[in-house]
T-cell receptor
Framework: DTAVSQTPKYLVTQMGNDKSIKCEQN?????MYWYKQDSKKFLKIMFS???????INETVPNRFSPKSPDKAHLNLHINSLELGDSAVYFC????????????????FGPGTRLTVL | KNEVEQSPQNLTAQEGEFITINCSYS?????LHWLQQHPGGGIVSLFM???GKKKHGRLIATINIQEKHSSLHITASHPRDSAVYIC??????????????FGKGTKLTVNP
């Protein structure tokens, strides 16, 4: 069974469109994350949710809106796509609880390669 | 300047060689992670450590908290070790949440 899954794996779309990427984890973890990996392979955190609550938002444009219907799912919706949004987006999860100040291994999804034309 | 610096950026080795990848960080951390990104793109957590040394198979990770430095060693390297190795540090936000800050990665190529 896949621990952290993302769909789709590849997404090619035109500038200005709206698209969503879905993420699901079956590890029973409390915390989920979205990361962006740019063309130079540099990873950066975008958002973190703990038990459906947004806890980290790293100055991401508000065209990006994460949604967590339950603690096993964290979806990423992107409005008005721009060329600079082309990247690989990784979802991850960990057992961390908000406020616990613990550190935890993170489990990554396979990534979604978004190409904006 | 990035909070997490890795060296070297690129590393080519012959099969069987001993490999060392270094990571330095400039902030107070709660833990340090070593990740492996396969050529196919998937990311796997290799180690998470806050002190001392950990070993898993041919891989060894060490950390010196006072010097803010960590190393990843691969003994008897093999072509299947070819990947990008990424160092990341765990920081806690004001609310107590954990976030990872990443180095730029070291691309390792092991030739047969």
């Amino acid at each position: 069974d896949t621990a952290v899954s993302q769909t789709p794996k590849y997404l090619v779309t035109q500038m200005g469109n709206d698209k969503s990427i879905k993420c699901e984890q079956n590890l029973g973890h409390d915390t989920m994350y979205w990361y962006k990996q740019d063309s130079k392979k540099f990873l950066k955190i975008m958002f973190s949710y703990n038990n459906k609550e947004l806890i980290i938002n790293e100055t991401v444009p508000n065209r990006f809106s994460p949604k967590s219907p339950d603690k096993a799912h964290l979806n990423l919706h992107i409005n008005s796509l721009e060329l600079g949004d082309s990247a690989v987006y990784f979802c991850a999860s960990s057992q961390g609880r908000s406020g616990s100040r613990s550190y935890n291994e993170q489990f990554f999804g396979p990534g979604t390669r978004l190409t904006v034309l | 300047k990035n909070e997490v610096e890795q060296s070297p950026q690129n590393l080519t080795a012959q099969e069987g060689e001993f490999i060392t990848i270094n990571c330095s960080y400039s902030v107070g951390i709660s833990a340090l992670h070593w990740l492996q990104q396969h050529p196919g793109g998937g990311i796997v957590s290799l180690f998470m450590l806050s002190s001392g040394k950990k070993k898993h198979g041919r891989l060894i990770a060490t950390i010196n908290i006072q010097e803010k430095h960590s190393s990843l060693h691969i003994t008897a390297s093999h072509p299947r070790d070819s990947a990008v190795y990424i160092c990341a540090v765990s920081l806690h936000t004001q609310g107590g949440s954990e976030k990872l800050v990443f180095g730029k990665g070291t691309k390792l190529t092991v030739n047969p």
